[in-house]
C-alpha cells in the first residue's frame, strides 16, 4: 500500500463518526500522529489532500463544503470491513507473541542466573543500577549466543526504531521518548517478532518513577499502540514486545521480585531469592 492510501485509511479512522469534520481538524490529527518521522508540516498537508480526493472519488466521504468533511455509509462499512481484516492480523500476532514469550522467559531465566552468580560482589557492593544493567546485558549476549540465538540482540538504553527515535504514545496522541534500561529486539530484523523482550530494572531502595516504569511496560507489551490495529510490520510508535519484566532487587534481603506483562497487561508476579554466593536458591 503507497503512503497516500495509508494516510487515507488513517483520516477515514479519524472520521469514523458522523459528526462533520474541518480539513484543518484533519491536518492536525495526522501531525500528532506522525510526530516521531518529522515529516514537513507543508508535505503531509499535500499528503492529506491527495488522501481527501481519492477517499472522495472513492465515494468514502462526502464533501459537504468547502474544507468541511463527513464519512459516507460506504466509509462506515470500509471501516467494518478494515477492522476485521486487521483484527485477524493482531490475532495471528498475538499467537506468535505468546510463542515467542515462552522463549522470552527461558532467556530470562538462564541470564538471570548467570548475571547473579557472574555479579554477586558488584551487587552487594552496591554499584549503580547502571552498571548493573550492563552486566546484565552482557549475561544475556552469553545466553544468547549459548543458546545459538543469533537474530536477537541485547541493549541497554536503546534509542532507535528502525530509523526514527524510539518512543510510546499516549491516549491524548502525545508522544514520548523512551529508554527502556535492557531489551532484547532483533533491531529491526525480524518484522514478525521485532521486540522479545523488555526489562525496567530497579534497586528496592530506588522509588523513582516506578509507576512510568511500570505503565512503559504496559504500553511497550501492548497487541497496537492506544488500541489501534496499524497495517505496518514495524509500528512508528514501540508496542508488540512478547514480555515485559519490572525487576525490583533487593539487595539486603538478597531477592529479586519480578513483575511479568503481556498484552498490555501484570499477569504474574514472582519472587526469586538467592545466596551471598551468587546461587539461586530454588
Same mark, same amino acid.
Not at 472513492?58 to 486487521?86: H, T, V
Not at 497495517?231 to 519490572?246: A, N, V
Not at 511479568?260 to 504474574?268: A, P, T, V
Given at each position: 500500500?503507497?503512503?497516500?492510501?495509508?494516510?487515507?485509511?488513517?483520516?477515514?479512522? =479519524?472520521?469514523?463518526?458522523?459528526?462533520?469534520?474541518?480539513?484543518?481538524?484533519?491536518?492536525?490529527?495526522?501531525?500528532?500522529?506522525?510526530?516521531?518521522?518529522?515529516?514537513?508540516?507543508?508535505?503531509?498537508?499535500?499528503?492529506? %489532500?491527495?488522501?481527501?480526493?481519492?477517499?472522495?472519488?472513492?465515494?468514502? #466521504?462526502?464533501?459537504?463544503?468547502?474544507?468541511?468533511?463527513?464519512?459516507?455509509?460506504?466509509?462506515?462499512?470500509?471501516?467494518?470491513?478494515?477492522?476485521? #481484516?486487521?483484527?485477524?492480523?493482531?490475532?495471528?500476532?498475538?499467537?506468535?507473541?505468546?510463542?515467542?514469550?515462552?522463549?522470552?522467559?527461558?532467556?530470562?531465566?538462564?541470564?538471570?542466573?548467570?548475571?547473579?552468580?557472574?555479579?554477586?560482589?558488584?551487587?552487594?557492593?552496591?554499584?549503580?543500577?547502571?552498571?548493573?544493567?550492563?552486566?546484565?546485558?552482557?549475561?544475556?549476549?552469553?545466553?544468547?549466543?549459548?543458546?545459538?540465538?543469533?537474530? =536477537? =540482540? %541485547?541493549?541497554?538504553?536503546?534509542?532507535?526504531?528502525?530509523?526514527?527515535?524510539?518512543?510510546?504514545?499516549?491516549?491524548?496522541?502525545?508522544?514520548?521518548?523512551?529508554?527502556?534500561?535492557?531489551?532484547?529486539?532483533?533491531?529491526?530484523?525480524?518484522?514478525?517478532?521485532?521486540?522479545?523482550?523488555?526489562?525496567?530494572?530497579?534497586?528496592?531502595?530506588?522509588?523513582?518513577?516506578?509507576?512510568?516504569?511500570?505503565?512503559?511496560?504496559?504500553?511497550?507489551?501492548?497487541?497496537?499502540?492506544?488500541?489501534?490495529?496499524?497495517?505496518?510490520?514495524?509500528?512508528?510508535? #514501540?508496542?508488540?514486545?512478547?514480555?515485559?519484566?519490572?525487576?525490583?532487587?533487593?539487595?539486603?534481603?538478597?531477592?529479586?521480585?519480578?513483575?511479568?506483562?503481556?498484552?498490555?497487561?501484570?499477569?504474574?508476579?514472582?519472587?526469586?531469592?538467592?545466596? %551471598?554466593?551468587?546461587?539461586?536458591?530454588?
Amino acid at each position: 500500500m503507497d503512503r497516500i492510501g495509508k494516510i487515507g485509511i488513517e483520516i477515514l479512522y =479519524y472520521m469514523r463518526s458522523k459528526k462533520l469534520y474541518r480539513r484543518t481538524e484533519i491536518e492536525k490529527q495526522l501531525e500528532r500522529r506522525h510526530q516521531v518521522e518529522k515529516i514537513p508540516v507543508e508535505r503531509l498537508k499535500v499528503w492529506v %489532500s491527495f488522501a481527501l480526493t481519492r477517499l472522495t472519488k472513492q465515494d468514502l #466521504i462526502k464533501r459537504i463544503d468547502r474544507g468541511i468533511y463527513q464519512i459516507s455509509n460506504n466509509g462506515l462499512e470500509k471501516l467494518k470491513d478494515n477492522k476485521a #481484516i486487521l483484527q485477524e492480523k493482531i490475532n495471528k500476532y498475538s499467537i506468535q507473541a505468546d510463542k515467542n514469550a515462552k522463549l522470552a522467559i527461558e532467556i530470562f531465566y538462564n541470564a538471570n542466573k548467570l548475571f547473579i552468580k557472574d555479579n554477586i560482589r558488584n551487587i552487594e557492593l552496591g554499584v549503580s543500577e547502571v552498571t548493573l544493567q550492563g552486566d546484565f546485558s552482557q549475561a544475556f549476549k552469553e545466553i544468547l549466543k549459548e543458546m545459538k540465538i543469533c537474530n =536477537y =540482540y %541485547s541493549d541497554i538504553n536503546y534509542n532507535k526504531n528502525k530509523y526514527f527515535t524510539k518512543c510510546i504514545i499516549n491516549e491524548k496522541m502525545k508522544y514520548f521518548d523512551i529508554f527502556c534500561d535492557l531489551i532484547i529486539h532483533s533491531r529491526g530484523e525480524n518484522l514478525e517478532q521485532d521486540n522479545l523482550l523488555a526489562i525496567e530494572m530497579k534497586k528496592k531502595e530506588n522509588r523513582k518513577d516506578r509507576l512510568k516504569d511500570r505503565k512503559r511496560l504496559e504500553i511497550m507489551t501492548s497487541d497496537s499502540y492506544v488500541g489501534e490495529i496499524l497495517f505496518d510490520e514495524l509500528p512508528p510508535y #514501540i508496542c508488540r514486545y512478547s514480555l515485559g519484566i519490572f525487576y525490583d532487587l533487593d539487595v539486603k534481603k538478597r531477592q529479586i521480585q519480578l513483575d511479568f506483562y503481556q498484552h498490555g497487561e501484570l499477569i504474574k508476579t514472582q519472587t526469586i531469592h538467592y545466596n %551471598s554466593n551468587g546461587e539461586i536458591i530454588e
